[in-house]
């Protein structure tokens, strides 16, 4: 493997994959004994970063380790990442793959590619420490938004999911340590960041800090103009983050909130800290202060417990939320999790119906949504590439907008008015 390869990364799942993939990959970038090529291409080197969250996504892993072995049969393959945590003996011995690194040595991987290139054999010791630091990471400037990692892992015990187990326990650097690495991040203004974790309402936990208090702190750093939350559990959406987003001018109204069931039954099924109350509680707080926020909501259907009556029961309760649109799950059985060993109630057709429905009642309240900003005016954040001759972006409270491409909107924060909404669900505007 001596001399200048070629590699490729691909990345699967969330947001927080993304970042630490972007920060994982970035040494190669930098170094002139490698050239980046897409994943699509012949490279000599095809770098997985895997997810585990579904049985699909694990397929999808598995597919793609398929392909790029035809693509060269004499290729070097690494997967890493939360499929390669749980199963890393399979994946090895039944997919032709080099190496397989779990979610601690994923970030030496710089240095063990490198020994391999000069012909030196690394040491990989998988799974060598019970407890596994906090190691922060953010994507790259290759995009117009920075996914900027706060905290890793999951102290919840959801009867369906399998990330505890994959993450470890929950874990972050302390406010301090976060803001030094923030105010690094921005010497070079950032136009929009996302902090992103496995379950960030939890942050600073061991250090007796919260959530609430970085966002504050964050909010103070000049260079970042925009500052998006990810998923958040319902339980740790404190009252006062929900009022300092809505007294900020830096924090976007955007929430993505999980709530797996509208049923109380199933929720305590799930394991799940909270009931629907809770969650209502939630929506219309977020409502009173800021009528035109997005509130995206987490949905799992045919949970294996779930009676019909139980899914009439969270369309029911959905229907008369007013949230903005659903990402819906069909439930996937994973491996050494409660739900695995659970009585299927639920037969797969009744799952597709479900989910079917579900992603009916989205797309209603996703236009409805829509129709509710209609006329208005928002600064819109474009985006760093084209698509049939438009470019997008997203307003404040995470409107897709689209206008005729113009090379000097890239990466650029400009106030429109929304006139109408396309055929693909996206604002057509009219820049100010």
């Known amino acids: 493997m001596k001399g200048k390869l070629k590699i490729a990364f691909y990345t699967f799942g969330c947001k927080l994959n993304f970042s630490e993939a972007s920060s994982i990959s970035s040494s190669f970038f930098d170094c002139d004994n490698y050239e980046i090529v897409n994943i699509y291409d012949q490279a000599d080197i095809y770098v997985l970063n895997s997810c585990s969250v579904t049985a699909n996504a694990e397929k999808k892993c598995i597919e793609l380790i398929r392909r790029v072995?035809?693509?060269?049969?004499?290729?070097?393959?690494v997967v890493m990442g939360c499929f390669a945590q749980l199963?890393?003996?399979?994946?090895?011995?039944?997919?032709?793959?080099?190496?397989?690194?779990?979610?601690?040595?994923?970030?030496?991987?710089?240095?063990?590619?490198?020994?391999?290139?000069?012909?030196?054999?690394?040491?990989?010791?998988?799974?060598?420490?019970?407890?596994?630091?906090?190691?922060?990471?953010?994507?790259?400037?290759?995009?117009?938004?920075?996914?900027?990692?706060?905290?890793?892992?999951?102290?919840?015990?959801?009867?369906?999911?399998?990330?505890?187990?994959?993450?470890?326990?929950?874990?972050?650097?302390?406010?301090?340590?976060?803001?030094?690495?923030l105010n690094v991040l921005a010497?070079?203004?950032?136009?929009?960041?996302?902090?992103t974790g496995v379950n960030i309402g939890d942050f600073g936990k061991r250090h007796n800090e919260s959530f609430f208090e970085l966002l504050k702190e964050i909010s103070k750093i000049d260079?970042?103009?925009?500052?998006?939350?990810?998923?958040?559990?319902?339980?740790?959406?404190?009252?006062?983050?929900?009022?300092?987003?809505?007294?900020?001018?830096?924090?976007?109204?955007?929430?993505?909130?999980?709530?797996?069931?509208?049923?109380?039954?199933?929720?305590?099924?799930?394991?799940?800290?909270?009931?629907?109350?809770?969650?209502?509680?939630?929506v219309y707080k977020i409502k009173e202060l800021?009528?035109?926020?997005?509130?995206?909501?987490?949905?799992?259907?045919?949970?294996?417990?779930?009676?019909?009556?139980?899914?009439?029961?969270?369309?029911?309760?959905?229907?008369?939320?007013?949230?903005?649109?659903?990402?819906?799950?069909?439930?996937?059985?994973?491996?050494?999790?409660i739900a695995a060993?659970?009585?299927?109630?639920?037969?797969?057709?009744?799952?597709?119906?479900?989910?079917?429905?579900?992603?009916?009642?989205?797309?209603?309240?996703?236009?409805?949504?829509?129709?509710?900003n209609k006329c208005k005016e928002y600064d819109v954040l474009f985006e760093n590439k084209a698509s049939n001759g438009f470019i997008s972006g997203y307003t404040p409270n995470y409107l897709k907008v689209k206008t005729p491409y113009k090379e000097n909107l890239v990466n650029q924060l400009k106030k429109v008015y929304l006139r109408e909404i396309s055929d693909d669900i996206k604002y057509e505007c009219d820049i100010l």
């Open 69 to 77: 072995r035809r693509q060269n049969s004499n290729a070097f393959i």
């Open 87 to 181: 199963k890393p003996d399979s994946i090895k011995s039944q997919y032709n793959v080099n190496i397989v690194l779990d979610n601690q040595n994923k970030y030496d991987l710089f240095d063990i590619i490198e020994k391999y290139r000069t012909g030196k054999e690394p040491e990989i010791n998988l799974f060598d420490k019970k407890e596994v630091d906090f190691i922060s990471s953010y994507s790259g400037s290759d995009r117009t938004r920075v996914f900027f990692k706060i905290q890793d892992g999951c102290d919840y015990n959801c009867s369906y999911c399998i990330v505890p187990k994959a993450r470890g326990r929950s874990r972050s650097d302390n406010i301090e340590k976060t803001i030094e690495k």
């Open 187 to 195: 010497e070079n203004p950032v136009k929009e960041l996302v902090l």
């Open 223 to 282: 260079n970042i103009q925009r500052l998006r939350i990810s998923s958040i559990e319902p339980d740790l959406l404190e009252d006062d983050i929900i009022k300092l987003v809505a007294e900020s001018s830096k924090i976007m109204p955007h929430f993505h909130i999980p709530l797996q069931s509208g049923s109380d039954k199933v929720l305590k099924e799930m394991k799940r800290k909270y009931d629907t109350r809770l969650f209502a509680n939630k």
């Open 290 to 337: 800021m009528p035109l926020a997005c509130i995206a909501v987490d949905v799992i259907a045919g949970f294996p417990t779930e009676t019909e009556d139980d899914f009439k029961k969270t369309v029911r309760f959905l229907e008369n939320l007013p949230v903005s649109y659903l990402h819906v799950f069909k439930f996937s059985k994973r491996e050494n999790t």
């Open 341 to 372: 060993d659970m009585e299927n109630v639920c037969k797969p057709y009744d799952k597709k119906i479900r989910s079917n429905t579900l992603k009916e009642l989205s797309q209603n309240k996703l236009m409805a949504f829509y129709e509710l």
